[in-house]
């Protein structure tokens, strides 16, 4: 239902198998089990960032596997570990804070943050025991100080409950409530990533010390636990089906969530944008409006609310909320959709020295590049315009109206063959873009080429001017 996320999958399976290995290293020694464990693991943090945690529970692997702890064996061998950790750990914070993906519209206070994440830890908890009422995201509770307030009683108690724990001889239990607590650390929001303060998605992998925890709790024998877990496989996979028709497409998915949560400006603002891009203008406006009324702060909702006004030919409007979006959080998407923005009201200095603020940190930006080629193109300065076309295509070759744009400055320049190959390129990316033939065609009469056949594709694909040309060279 849901590939993008697949990377949970394949990061558990790596951690897993990273487990496995370093549990038969610590119980028979051999160090080729150390070596295949290292390689486990950093093929699950390649996998996903959240792997960086497995060096943790390898000292908990030690607690629960060895009867006598030593510094070398707690320390030493957890070394190669902890580097890999550390350097993908650092690079991941750099990589989100520089594409946004660390998000200041939730950044609290750091006594807040402890408090939500002791409340993330009893909502995972109520959703592992009594799965109703999912949702694709969790958002922040409505009653912040409520909130915070559980969040620190939940605290309390685990740490009073791992005290005893530990004192205890209840190794196991232990093992699997911190094997729960340490992989969820990355995504309890001490760190603002994304946009929700829960999902289930977060979940898969920690479960299954509470899954430990709760065997030792009530043991069962192996029969009865075959027939528990095709129970389980039964039920929750039927439920787990029905539920699977919430996501048909992402209108039925993001209403599902508005349903549960009215008041999330991240899912009225996501179904909003949805509505856009099936072009249903009111409904994505009444949902945008929404969001940004929930939270006026919320730079994306004005991003795209803007969006929608430079679609329906408000640029006035548009460019309000994109000055309003860039004022929140210099949003690199914002400059460039106000540069272009500018291009079409014709204002080329404002549309290039917004389009030259985004690549100064991104000097691939296709659509930064793109709104110079076009502006420089209108100025007539073609020699520039061309140098960002040819940039703009080294960036994305898949995209037909960019072939279609630099084929057409070749034309200007006179440059027919140059012209005609860029062509040939967009209509093998799209064979039904008309205005491609219709110039190809253009082009034609002008090297002394039959034009017949692209103008008359042309206008078989709807291009009507294409139908002049052909009475005059075709008859």
């Given at each position: ?26 119980l ?55 580097i ?6 650092f ?42 009422d ?37 190794k ?35 479960i ?30 039927s439920?787990?089906f029905?539920r ?18 009215p ?28 969001a ?5 702060e ?5 991003y ?16 309000r ?16 959709a ?47 315009a061309?140098?960002?076309y ?47 033939y ?8 002008n ?29």
């Amino acid at each position: 239902a849901w590939v993008s996320a697949k990377n949970n999958l394949v990061y558990s399976v790596f951690f897993l198998l990273g487990l496995i290995q370093y549990s038969k290293f610590i119980l028979e020694g051999n160090k080729k089990q150390y070596v295949y464990a290292l390689l486990f693991f950093i093929l699950s943090v390649l996998s996903k960032p959240s792997a960086i945690c497995f060096p943790l529970v390898l000292f908990l692997l030690d607690y629960l596997l060895k009867s006598k702890l030593d510094f070398k064996s707690l320390f030493i061998n957890k070394i190669p570990f902890i580097i890999v950790a550390a350097i993908l750990g650092f690079a991941t914070i750099y990589t989100r804070t520089e594409d946004k993906f660390i998000n200041q519209n939730h950044a609290y206070a750091i006594h807040e943050r402890i408090g939500y994440a002791g409340y993330a830890i009893l909502q995972y908890i109520y959703k592992f025991f009594i799965p109703m009422d999912l949702s694709v995201i969790y958002p922040y509770p409505q009653n912040k100080t409520v909130s915070i307030i559980i969040g620190y009683v939940v605290i309390a108690l685990l740490i009073v409950g791992i005290y005893k724990l530990y004192k205890s001889s209840s190794k196991i239990i232990f093992f699997g409530l911190l094997f729960f607590i340490v992989n969820l650390l990355l995504v309890l929001q001490f760190i603002p990533f994304g946009e929700v303060l829960t999902a289930d998605r977060y979940m898969y992998l920690p479960i299954i010390g509470i899954s430990v925890a709760l065997l030792s709790i009530f043991p069962v024998k192996e029969n009865q636990l075959k027939i528990l877990g095709i129970g389980i496989i039964l039920v929750f996979g039927s439920l787990t089906f029905m539920r699977a028709s919430v996501w048909k497409n992402s209108i039925s998915l993001y209403s599902d969530i508005i349903k549960k949560y009215p008041h999330s400006f991240v899912a009225l603002n996501s179904l909003g944008a949805e509505y856009m891009l099936n072009k249903n203008y009111d409904m994505s406006l009444r949902y945008l409006n929404a969001a940004i009324n929930e939270n006026t702060e919320y730079y994306k909702g004005y991003y795209n609310r803007g969006l929608l006004y430079a679609q329906t030919d408000r640029m006035k409007n548009a460019l309000r909320d994109f000055d309003k979006a860039i004022a929140l959080n210099q949003y690199p998407k914002a400059y460039v959709a106000r540069a272009n923005a500018y291009y079409i009201l014709k204002d080329f200095p404002k549309a290039i020295s917004d389009a030259e603020a985004v690549l100064k940190t991104d000097v691939n930006n296709p659509k930064a590049n793109y709104v110079l080629a076009t502006c420089y193109d209108d100025l007539n300065q073609l020699d520039k315009a061309l140098g960002y076309y040819n940039k703009v295509i080294s960036i994305n070759a898949e995209s037909p109206l960019y072939f279609m744009r630099r084929a057409i400055l070749y034309g200007k320049m006179q440059q027919f063959q140059m012209c005609l190959q860029d062509l040939d390129a967009c209509t093998n990316i799209d064979a039904n873009y008309a205005e491609a033939y219709y110039w190809k065609g253009v082009v034609k009469v002008n090297m002394k080429q039959n034009p017949c056949a692209d103008l008359r594709r042309a206008l078989d694909l709807g291009f009507t001017a294409a139908q002049q040309p052909l009475q005059t060279y075709c008859r």
